[in-house]
Structures are given as C-alpha cells and as structure tokens.
C-alpha cells in the first residue's frame, strides 16, 4: 500500500489536501497471545501533507489500534520523549513531518535500539538515566553560599552553551553502535550533560565527573562514528564535545 498524494483532487478552499500513508510498526506486546514474539504490523492512515509522524501514530491509537504503546508529552520537540526510529533514523516523532520522510512508501517505525523494549515503541530508559545520574548533572561548589547570583560573563556562558540545548531524548545514545554492543558504555548522552557542568566556570566538580568518564565505560569508548551528531533533534555538536571532553582530560583544562 503506497501514499499518493492527489493534488488534482478538489478541495474546499483553504481545506489542506489529504493522503494516506503507510505505516509500518514494529510492534511488541509481551501481554497477549504474542508473548515474547516482535513482529511488523501496517497500518494505512488518512493524513494531511502538513501532519507529522506523531499525528499518525495518534490517528492508529485513536482510530484503528488503542493498544499501540508510544510516549510523548509536549508534542512540539520539547520533552524528549519520542524519540525513535523512523525510516532507520533515530528522529523525535513530533518533529518529523511525514512528507519528509517518503511518503510514497510504508515509513518503517521502530523503538530506539540498545535499551530493552518494555511494549511498541518504549524503551526501559532507566539504563540511560543511570549513565546520566552517575556523571552528577547538577552545579558543584565549595565554600560559603554566596550572597547574591554567581556571575559569569557572556563568554565564560557560551563556552558550554551548545551542550545547555539536551533534551534528554536518547536519540544520539541509541544511535551509536558502541552502545549496542556494550550497554555498558555511558553514552553520548551522559558526555554530553558532563561537558555542559565541566565548561561551567561556576562548577568546582570538573576533576570528579573527569575522573568518572576516565572509567573503561567512559569517553575512550568513543571511536568517533558521529552518529550521535547526525541523530541529534537538537543540532548539538556531540561528537565535538565529547572531543573536549577526551581533551580535557588530558590537558586538565577546563
Ligand atoms: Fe537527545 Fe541531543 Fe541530548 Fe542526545 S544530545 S539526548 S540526541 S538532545
Ligand atoms: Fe558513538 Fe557518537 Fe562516539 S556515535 S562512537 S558516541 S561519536
Ligand atoms: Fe515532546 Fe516530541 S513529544 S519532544
């Protein structure tokens, strides 16, 4: 079944024309008579050349399927929440619009890869906040409470600016072919959130987080793939900060 979008077709003015697309899911619903068994499901939707991979997934919940399981909160590339794979891509559904990912043919949907599917398209994310819980993703200081806000200036802000961006979504993480084979590994993710406190000048825990990422799991395990770069909804630079990261490691200079 193929999308076919009839542009010849009439239409009220001001009416968006409509299509169907085929979804294809990979569905995993360990409760049923499917037990432990993941298997591919289509489903053919009406849609407008406006909506995103989210609004379909939304149509088969609400109209044909409300056993399909996915998160998702804001709906407007916020929250983090749905990321997956699209077309073999890691990308945030509610930020993929279904005319940029073929539409003439089934668009494939899968949960990320690397973290245990629980149902449909969610993932036990626990692993992944572990990672990130370990490089102690909050300012660190000594001495006495200031009294007022601690100043920085506009240069000492950008320098770990890029990396402030992270939504948490896991989409670099479970893109990264190190992480695949070796869940282990603490992932472009958590490297990324270290950088962002690293770079801080307010931050006095640069030399523990350092010292936690020099572990056999942490930054060495990077081999510079970049596919955490490419899968980022946020544009950040992961493979470059995690160069500074490696960097200043052995420089010591933060
Ligand atoms: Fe998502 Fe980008 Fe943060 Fe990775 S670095 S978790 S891809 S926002
Ligand atoms: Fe993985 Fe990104 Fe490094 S994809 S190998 S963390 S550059
Ligand atoms: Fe929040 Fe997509 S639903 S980022």
């Known amino acids: 079944?193929?999308?076919?979008?009839?542009?010849?077709?009439?239409?009220?003015?001001?009416?968006?024309?409509?299509?169907?697309?085929?979804?294809?899911?990979?569905?995993?619903?360990?409760?049923?008579?499917?037990?432990?068994?993941?298997?591919?499901?289509?489903?053919?939707?009406?849609?407008?050349?406006?909506?995103?991979?989210?609004?379909?997934?939304?149509?088969?919940?609400?109209?044909?399927?409300?056993?399909?399981?996915f998160r998702r909160s804001?709906?407007?590339?916020?929250?983090?929440?749905?990321?997956?794979?699209?077309?073999?891509?890691?990308?945030?559904?509610?930020?993929?619009?279904?005319?940029?990912?073929?539409?003439?043919?089934?668009?494939?949907v899968e949960p990320i890869k690397g973290l245990p599917v629980i149902k449909d398209l969610v993932v036990d994310m626990e692993p992944f906040f572990a990672s990130f819980r370990e490089i102690m993703p909050f300012l660190i200081t000594?001495?006495?409470?200031?009294?007022?806000?601690?100043?920085?200036?506009?240069?000492?802000?950008?320098?770990?600016?890029?990396?402030?961006?992270?939504?948490?979504?896991?989409?670099?993480?479970?893109?990264?072919?190190?992480?695949?084979?070796?869940g282990q590994y603490f992932g472009p993710a958590a490297i990324v959130n270290a950088h962002r406190f690293i770079f801080d000048s307010r931050d006095e825990g640069a030399e523990q987080r350092l010292e936690i990422l020099n572990d056999k799991e942490g930054v060495w395990r990077c081999r510079t793939t970049f596919n955490c770069t490419e899968a980022c909804p946020r544009g950040i630079e992961v493979t470059k900060a995690i160069q500074e990261v490696k960097r200043a490691m052995i420089t010591r200079a933060f």
Request: charged letters at 25%; glycine letters at 6%.
């Open 142 to 182: 000594t001495g006495n409470q200031p009294s007022g806000e601690r100043i920085q200036s506009a240069e000492q802000r950008e320098r770990f600016d890029d990396t402030t961006k992270c939504i948490l979504c896991a989409a670099c993480t479970s893109s990264c072919p190190v992480f695949w084979t070796d």
């Open 1 to 69: 079944m193929t999308a076919t979008l009839d542009s010849s077709a009439p239409t009220a003015i001001g009416e968006i024309p409509s299509f169907n697309v085929t979804i294809r899911l990979r569905r995993y619903l360990p409760e049923t008579d499917r037990g432990d068994e993941s298997y591919w499901e289509e489903f053919v939707v009406p849609v407008h050349g406006t909506d995103r991979v989210l609004d379909a997934l939304h149509k088969i919940k609400w109209e044909q399927d409300g056993s399909l399981t």
């Open 74 to 108: 804001c709906a407007h590339g916020v929250c983090g929440s749905d990321a997956m794979r699209i077309n073999g891509r890691n990308r945030l559904a509610c930020k993929t619009l279904l005319k940029d990912v073929n539409p003439d043919k089934p668009i494939t």
